[in-house]
């Protein structure tokens, strides 16, 4: 039976004194040799190790690698799908662009360590890489200031309507508070701002959104900001492809105005958090600007303290408004829900 290569879930296998172990069966190590094999055999190319590399500085698509490369889409993609079967590189669609990274973990580290260790590596297509790769950076920020220009008066329009930006992220780092962020989820990340504020102080960060296109501006403005560890997912906030108790601080920042089902999407969000967790949800207070519905798209005027905490009790969390930031035509609510260890263990 071959090895399964699926990255994440793939084999985690230590290659060194405990090959000698007594208490590992004799029937495992041709297993064992034929996993370094197929790993090495996936290396040797220098367009994978290249890609290899390129991969580790910051995810990209494939026409992305293309342009960087030097090649076309089509050999691109074999020699990204030799990287995939070996269990190094996994591949991940939003709309009809496909983003690659590296699988995280054991697999990988042990390779970057080597490679590190050869410095006649160090040639001059790795200098030419990374320039190229820098001009991949700037298109993806010039292409983020060409949306944010084209749409700045409707932001402008409804930031007008409640106070400052700047005073609306004071009051959620003051509700955040000093216990640690840990592992953080941002859904419906958007330009990923709240990743760009809150996700250096995390412990791993990953930030969801339904919109292939907001993901794109997500991640130049996060490579702007050197952070390029930081995952961005499309996905449904109904839906969210994450185990349960996965995160420890969970953010739903000006997003619930836009669901039909908010209460759904509180349940979810709140299905994310470990014990000691917490989700945070920014919103508006109820109010009567009806012109938010027909121009832009929200599914709700604003929510009474009542409703939030009501759904987060029924998702099982402790809830609470921690602030009303007036100021403005609209009044920006801050809510904390948090998850005791005990209602986890009831949930479980």
Known sequence: MPLAHMCPSGPKYHFGPNLLDPHIKIS???????????????????????????????????????????QSQPRVSRHVKILIDAGLAERRKEGSWVFLSLCAGERVQ???????????????W?????????????????????YFASHAADWDGLRSLHIAESEVEAGIARALGAQPVGRLVDIG???????????????????????????????????????????????????????????????????LHYAQQPA???AEAARLLSGGGRLLIVD???????ELRSRDAHARLGFADEAVVRWME???????????LEGGELTVTIWIGRRSDARLRVAA
Do not use: C, N
């Not at 042990?110 to 001059?124: H, I, K, Q, R, T």
């Open 28 to 70: 495992l190590y041709p297993y064992l040799m034929l996993d370094a094999v197929e790993t090495f055999r996936a290396l040797a190319d220098p367009t994978r190790l290249r890609i290899v590399a390129l991969l580790r500085a910051m995810e990209l698509s494939v026409g992305e690698l293309a342009q960087v490369l030097g």
């Open 110 to 124: 042990p390779l970057f360590a080597l490679l590190d260790s050869w410095s006649e590596l160090d040639g001059a």
């Open 126 to 146: 790795i200098a030419a890489d990374a320039a190229r790769l820098a001009a991949v950076q700037a298109d993806r920020a010039a292409a983020a200031e060409r």
């Open 314 to 324: 029924e998702a099982g969390l402790e809830g609470a408004a921690v602030d009303h």
């Open 189 to 255: 990340t958007g330009t990923g701002r709240m990743i760009e504020l809150f996700g250096r102080e995390a412990r791993s960060a990953l930030g969801v959104d339904r919109s292939p296109e907001m993901l794109r501006l997500a991640r130049a403005k996060l490579a702007q900001a050197g952070l390029q560890k930081a995952e961005l997912r499309q996905a449904d906030m109904y839906a969210l492809p994450l185990p349960a108790a996965s995160a420890d601080t969970v953010l739903l920042h000006q997003v």
């Open 264 to 266: 759904a999407a509180v």
């Open 284 to 290: 508006f207070a109820p109010h009567e600007r009806e």
